[in-house]
């Protein structure tokens, strides 16, 4: 069994939907969870980054994570299309180097 | 806004050849690393690097090595290219020696082996 399960998608919205994007994870030691944007042919980009539980909000995006269920969320609000990219969780506990990776989860919004 | 620098961007290379995928970074970071990226597969492992003279394999069995001879420059190199390297190499550093932060990413070379 895999530490981080991600569903790969792809997930087709229409421009303006709230899009929920999902990571599970079997480790109750990780600590840092992080989400990152890829575009076809780049480089992942970080777009959050939380320690602990709670929620976290940057502009269109808010990133929660309940480590009861051991689950971590990232919402985009009114998505646009410039939005659909292939979306990665990321995970790792506190003294380690490792940084766990989910499979990804592409993305489409609609015009 | 991370600097992460990586080239060649697309490389074609018949098997055998020896071939070093450059890295690069301007933050300073002391922890630097190497993932390869296949389709619809997680980030695998390949090398990571605490600082300098500081190397480690990762969890992916590779028949790569690494170097860190400065801070800024992490290259990694492929004695004899096999078709089963072709892949997306990436390349990242993170900031904090002492912590968990988050990784950069370069924008990845591209390597075809035929």
């Known amino acids: 069994q895999k530490e981080v399960e991600q569903d790969p998608g792809p997930l087709s919205v229409p421009e303006g939907a709230i899009v929920s994007l999902n990571c599970t994870y079997s480790?109750?030691?990780?600590?840092?969870f992080m989400w990152y944007r890829q575009y076809s042919r780049k480089g992942p980009e970080l777009l959050m980054y939380t320690y602990s539980s709670g929620n976290k909000e940057d502009g269109r995006f808010t990133a929660q994570v309940d480590k009861s269920s051991k689950y971590i969320s990232l919402f985009i609000r009114d998505s646009q299309p410039s939005d659909s990219a292939t979306y990665l969780c990321?995970?790792?506990?506190?003294?380690?180097?490792?940084?766990?990776f989910g499979t990804g989860t592409r993305l489409k919004v609609l015009a | 806004e991370a600097d992460i620098y990586q080239t060649p961007r697309y490389l074609v290379i018949g098997t055998g050849k020896k071939i070093t995928l450059e890295c690069s970074q301007t933050?300073?970071?002391?922890?630097m690393y190497w993932y390869q990226q296949d389709p619809g597969m997680e980030l695998h492992l390949i090398h990571y690097s605490y600082g300098v003279n500081s190397t480690e394999k990762g969890d992916l069995s590779s028949e790569s090595t690494v170097s860190r001879i400065r801070t800024e420059h992490f290259p990694l190199t492929l004695e004899s290219a096999r078709p089963s390297h072709t892949s997306q190499y990436l390349c990242?550093?993170?900031?904090?020696?002492?912590?968990?932060?988050?990784?950069?990413f370069g924008n990845g070379t591209r390597l075809t082996v035929t």
């Open positions: 990321a995970m790792s506990a506190r003294g380690t180097y490792k940084y766990i």
């Open positions: 933050m300073g970071h002391d922890k």
């Open positions: 480790n109750s030691a990780f600590q840092y």
């Open positions: 990242a550093s993170s900031e904090n020696p002492n912590r968990v932060s988050p990784l950069h």
